[in-house]
Protein backbone atom coordinates (compact mmCIF):
# COMPACT_ATOMS: atom_id res chain seq x y z
CA UNK A 1 0.00 0.00 0.00
CA UNK A 2 1.19 3.39 -1.07
CA UNK A 3 -0.33 6.60 0.67
CA UNK A 4 0.14 9.44 -1.00
CA UNK A 5 -0.53 13.29 0.76
CA UNK A 6 -0.72 16.33 -1.33
CA UNK A 7 0.05 19.93 -0.18
CA UNK A 8 0.60 23.19 -1.75
CA UNK A 9 -2.66 24.29 -3.39
CA UNK A 10 -4.77 27.35 -2.71
CA UNK A 11 -5.90 30.63 -4.18
CA UNK A 12 -3.80 32.58 -6.61
CA UNK A 13 -5.01 35.44 -8.98
CA UNK A 14 -4.36 34.53 -12.95
CA UNK A 15 -0.75 34.79 -14.02
CA UNK A 16 -0.11 33.43 -10.27
CA UNK A 17 2.03 30.57 -9.21
CA UNK A 18 1.93 27.34 -6.68
CA UNK A 19 4.05 24.64 -6.16
CA UNK A 20 2.17 21.47 -5.18
CA UNK A 21 3.83 18.69 -3.56
CA UNK A 22 2.78 14.73 -3.21
CA UNK A 23 5.08 12.94 0.07
CA UNK A 24 4.35 9.17 -0.83
CA UNK A 25 5.04 7.11 1.92
CA UNK A 26 7.23 4.07 0.92
CA UNK A 27 10.84 3.48 0.55
CA UNK A 28 10.24 1.86 -3.18
CA UNK A 29 9.22 5.49 -4.70
CA UNK A 30 11.81 4.73 -7.03
CA UNK A 31 9.64 1.87 -8.13
CA UNK A 32 6.98 3.83 -9.29
CA UNK A 33 6.01 6.06 -12.37
CA UNK A 34 3.82 9.40 -11.08
CA UNK A 35 1.27 11.95 -12.16
CA UNK A 36 -0.76 14.45 -12.03
CA UNK A 37 -4.42 14.97 -12.36
CA UNK A 38 -7.08 17.06 -11.89
CA UNK A 39 -10.54 17.35 -12.12
CA UNK A 40 -13.02 20.36 -11.74
CA UNK A 41 -16.77 20.63 -11.04
CA UNK A 42 -18.57 19.23 -13.35
CA UNK A 43 -15.75 17.45 -15.56
CA UNK A 44 -13.74 14.17 -15.88
CA UNK A 45 -10.86 13.80 -14.38
CA UNK A 46 -7.66 14.70 -16.70
CA UNK A 47 -4.04 14.22 -17.01
CA UNK A 48 -1.85 16.87 -16.12
CA UNK A 49 1.92 15.45 -16.03
CA UNK A 50 3.32 12.38 -15.58
CA UNK A 51 7.07 11.50 -15.06
CA UNK A 52 8.75 8.11 -14.65
CA UNK A 53 10.35 6.89 -12.38
CA UNK A 54 14.24 8.05 -12.21
CA UNK A 55 12.99 11.54 -13.53
CA UNK A 56 14.17 11.21 -17.06
CA UNK A 57 11.00 10.70 -18.90
CA UNK A 58 7.89 13.66 -18.78
CA UNK A 59 4.73 13.93 -20.03
CA UNK A 60 1.83 16.93 -20.33
CA UNK A 61 -1.00 17.93 -21.21
CA UNK A 62 -1.15 20.38 -24.00
CA UNK A 63 -2.99 23.29 -22.35
CA UNK A 64 -0.09 22.57 -19.32
CA UNK A 65 3.02 22.77 -21.76
CA UNK A 66 5.27 25.00 -21.31
CA UNK A 67 3.34 26.63 -17.90
CA UNK A 68 3.56 23.50 -15.61
CA UNK A 69 6.73 21.64 -14.69
CA UNK A 70 7.11 17.97 -12.93
CA UNK A 71 9.39 16.53 -10.67
CA UNK A 72 10.69 14.43 -7.96
CA UNK A 73 13.36 14.12 -5.41
CA UNK A 74 13.82 10.29 -5.13
CA UNK A 75 15.36 10.95 -1.77
CA UNK A 76 13.07 12.58 -0.51
CA UNK A 77 10.12 10.40 -1.74
CA UNK A 78 8.29 13.56 -3.09
CA UNK A 79 6.90 14.36 -6.55
CA UNK A 80 5.96 18.35 -7.20
CA UNK A 81 4.03 20.16 -9.89
CA UNK A 82 5.66 23.89 -10.19
CA UNK A 83 2.75 25.44 -11.74
CA UNK A 84 3.33 28.90 -13.18
CA UNK A 85 1.03 31.38 -15.38
CA UNK A 86 -2.03 30.36 -13.61
CA UNK A 87 -5.34 30.68 -15.64
CA UNK A 88 -8.67 30.27 -14.20
CA UNK A 89 -9.78 27.13 -16.54
CA UNK A 90 -6.60 25.64 -14.16
CA UNK A 91 -9.13 25.47 -11.28
CA UNK A 92 -9.38 22.15 -9.85
CA UNK A 93 -8.82 19.31 -7.46
CA UNK A 94 -5.47 17.95 -8.21
CA UNK A 95 -4.46 15.02 -7.80
CA UNK A 96 -1.56 13.11 -7.61
CA UNK A 97 -1.18 9.26 -8.27
CA UNK A 98 1.82 6.20 -8.32
CA UNK A 99 1.47 3.77 -10.92
CA UNK A 100 3.81 0.38 -10.73
CA UNK A 101 6.75 0.62 -12.99
CA UNK A 102 5.54 2.54 -16.14
CA UNK A 103 4.74 5.99 -17.00
CA UNK A 104 1.12 6.43 -18.31
CA UNK A 105 -1.60 9.15 -19.04
CA UNK A 106 -4.15 7.42 -18.21
CA UNK A 107 -5.86 7.32 -14.98
CA UNK A 108 -7.09 4.54 -14.22
CA UNK A 109 -3.63 3.21 -14.78
CA UNK A 110 -2.46 4.57 -11.83
CA UNK A 111 -2.75 2.03 -8.43
CA UNK A 112 -2.60 4.68 -5.83
CA UNK A 113 -4.13 8.23 -5.41
CA UNK A 114 -4.12 11.04 -3.00
CA UNK A 115 -7.28 12.58 -1.27
CA UNK A 116 -6.25 15.80 -3.81
CA UNK A 117 -5.46 19.65 -2.97
CA UNK A 118 -7.50 22.42 -4.65
CA UNK A 119 -6.30 24.74 -6.75
CA UNK A 120 -8.10 27.98 -7.13
CA UNK A 121 -7.54 30.38 -9.54
CA UNK A 122 -9.28 34.13 -9.84
CA UNK A 123 -9.70 36.44 -13.05
Known amino acids: QVLLVESGGGLVQAGGSLRLSCAAS????????MGWFRQAPGKEREFVAA????????YYEDSVKGRFTISRDNAKYTVYLQMNSLKPEDTAVYYCAARRVTISTIWNEYDYWGQGTQVTVSS
Open 51 to 58: ISRSGGNT
Open 26 to 33: VNTFTFYA
